[in-house]
């Protein structure tokens, strides 16, 4: 396994937590299911795919709804985002 594929991996295990959090509404939830499908949808690009889970990640970041510990969360998985390209 790469360095990339290893954070990768880490990222969709944080969305994954998130998306079964019972504690966060389940908007929430929902919106860290779609981004961990669309990270692992291998017919679009790499490149893509981080663009699209960023803004929807962002999306619920700024959601009112979303307790503080989600948000928190949230700001995590984009954190580990920005390793990717690295």
């Known amino acids: 396994m ?3 594929e290893g954070k990768i991996k880490q990222i ?6 998130l998306s079964n959090d019972s504690t966060i509404p ?12 669309t990270l692992n949808d291998a017919n679009k690009p790499l490149d893509v795919r981080i663009a699209t889970i ?7 970041a ?3 709804n979303i307790p ?10 984009i954190s580990q985002i920005e390793f990717i390209n690295k």
């Not at 389940?26 to 499908?37: E, F, P, S």
């Not at 503080?68 to 998985?77: D, E, L, M, P």
């Open 26 to 37: 389940k908007n929430i939830r929902k919106g860290a299911q779609v981004a961990k499908d």
């Open 12 to 17: 969709l295990d944080s969305l994954d937590q």
């Open 54 to 60: 960023t803004m929807i990640l962002d999306e619920l």
């Open 68 to 77: 503080i510990h989600g948000r928190t969360a949230v700001w995590n998985i």
């Open 2 to 4: 790469t360095n990339k």
């Open 62 to 64: 700024n959601d009112s």
